[in-house]
T-cell receptor, first 114, second 111 residues
Framework: AQSVTQLGSHVSVSEGALVLLRCNYS??????LFWYVQYPNQGLQLLLK??????LVKGINGFEAEFKKSETSFHLTKPSAHMSDAAEYFC????????????FGAGTTVTVRA | SQTIHQWPATLVQPVGSPLSLECTVEGTSNPNLYWYRQAAGRGLQLLFYSVGIGQISSEVPQNLSASRPQDRQFILSSKKLLLSDSGFYLC??????????FGSGTRLTVV
């Protein structure tokens, strides 16, 4: 069975600083991995995904993530935080053996200080 | 293009009243559909999922039920709401290796 661990339920960064959100997964098969963002009282929006191919994946809003099989990680980064990045972020892994059902991490709330 | 509609956006209901939340998908056929709940500080909890009409799998025993009367319609219901049913409810459909697309959510407050 797949599972996801997000390290840190809250992250606070200064505007312009690096954003780093950590995600580790467990999977019995090569994983499909996702990062979603959720703004208050809204649904989740896909930021980026890794399925196959290049391990460095670029997404929307300047975010990127790198799939590292040896570390079973899929950390999300953004070089320079903007106030609009304040939101909750979810990492997810797809269970290809169970109709691609997603398993989500507990989420990381990002606050951005001016 | 595929779209997902979820309504209402907000709902305030008294304890013991019934509930019906509706979700519809456009632009695809035979999607896998999901209902999630977010309670404060508890992440995403999968409530139900469906792989076809009339096929419902329940992940968590609770006061809620789900139905799929049509291919692209997914309904979340309750006969009598509890205070603990308050939360943010999200519908989603999956496109396999592409992940999920979520609706905009319903904020339910049971008073």
């Amino acid at each position: 069975a797949q599972s996801v661990t997000q390290l840190g339920s809250h992250v606070s960064v200064s505007e312009g600083a690096l954003v780093l959100l950590r995600c580790n997964y467990s999977s019995s098969v090569p994983p499909y991995l996702f990062w979603y963002v959720q703004y208050p009282n809204q649904g989740l929006q896909l930021l980026l995904k890794y399925t196959t191919g290049a391990t460095l994946v670029k997404g929307i809003n300047g975010f990127e993530a790198e799939f590292k099989k040896s570390e079973t990680s899929f950390h999300l980064t953004k070089p320079s935080a903007h106030m609009s990045d304040a939101a909750e972020y979810f990492c997810a892994v797809s269970d290809r053996s169970n109709d691609y059902k997603l398993s989500f991490g507990a989420g990381t709330t990002v606050t951005v200080r001016a | 293009s595929q779209t997902i509609h979820q309504w209402p956006a907000t709902l305030v209901q008294p304890v013991g009243s019934p509930l019906s939340l509706e979700c519809t998908v456009e632009g695809t056929s035979n999607p896998n559909l999901y209902w999630y709940r977010q309670a404060a500080g508890r992440g995403l909890q999968l409530l139900f999922y469906s792989v076809g009409i009339g096929q419902i799998s329940s992940e968590v025993p609770q006061n809620l039920s789900a139905s799929r009367p049509q291919d692209r319609q997914f309904i979340l219901s309750s006969k009598k709401l509890l205070l603990s049913d308050s939360g943010f409810y999200l519908c989603a459909w999956s496109h396999r290796q592409g992940g999920y697309t979520f609706g905009s959510g319903t904020r339910l407050t049971v008073v």
